[in-house]
């Protein structure tokens, strides 16, 4: 954390960024830290290669988070929540990064963390970004408002799953708490954060829980094909939150949801509640990352429907 302040404490002109998709964690960590470093006298630009949800926009200076990047070259690069380069999409910045032509200072709490940056403040013990940031906000002694509460408090929230996933922990309570008692606004969170369903996206979510089946594994697997976006006019975005409910079937290995995309990839979401299942090692395999309960990949491709005929000889 010390290496961490001092690289911030020599740097004027900061970008932050975070990941493509982006999540709770990924702008709350952002949003929180643009406002620590702008009121301590930084130029800060905040940017995120994907346009933030729709469910995001309540989190306080989302506006701030620029999709195309300014001309001006900052002196130093904090990402924050993103394992690897290649997660920030923008294509000049993966360059920079791995040519280490400016600073970078990579705040993360992934596993797969590629420790990409000049400095790297990565604690996989954490359940989120927020809470590393949390943390280093304590260590440099800042005050924290009811606005950078709020952000914290949501990336906590949006990466525990709302306190339900096993990353949840004594400390991530604490800290809800001690944010709680700093102003962070619990119902603007969930009223935003959760109670924000279209027609379109509960139809699409009914694709997913009538394909889903249990293989003869005990994983629980569904799909979605882009006809089951185009005929319920959704798209893959409006995905987020339904693994939850796939991965809620007792004594299961893990569940698998794989979703093509526009671009002809498929996206494949893993969970488990399995303490036997590494979900890395099996995203790892298809060139993805995450955490051992929650991990994705992506590959070029589509879904192909397999019918399989076979008979049983009876006895
Ligand atoms: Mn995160």
Known sequence: MEDA??????????????????????????????????VNGKQVISACADQIPFSLVFLPGSSKILINLPDDKPDLIITVDASSPAQLKYENIITTIQKKDIPVL???????????????????????TTEVLYNFFKFMEIGITPQIATCLLAGLYSDTGSFMHSNTSRSSFDIASDLMSKGASLSFIIENMFKTHTVEQLR???????????????SIVS????????ETQSSPRDLTGIINYLNSVPNTKMTILLAEDTKGNVKGSIRTQNNKIDA???????GGGGHAKAAGFTIPGKIISEEVWRIEKLD
């Open 280 to 286: 890395t090692k099996i995203s790892g395999k298809f």
């Open 106 to 128: 990579n705040i993360d709490h992934h596993a797969t963390n590629k420790k990409f940056g000049t400095e790297n403040l990565v604690d996989v013990n954490a359940a989120s």
């Open 204 to 218: 699409l979510w009914g694709r997913v829980l009538e394909n889903a089946r249990k293989n003869k594994n005990g």
């Open 223 to 230: 799909k979605v094909t882009q006809s089951d976006f185009d």
């Open 5 to 38: 302040f001092k690289i911030i404490d020599q740097s004027e002109k900061i970008l932050i960024l975070s990941h493509r998709n982006p999540d709770g964690d990924t702008i709350g960590a952002n949003l929180a830290l643009h406002n620590v470093l702008a």
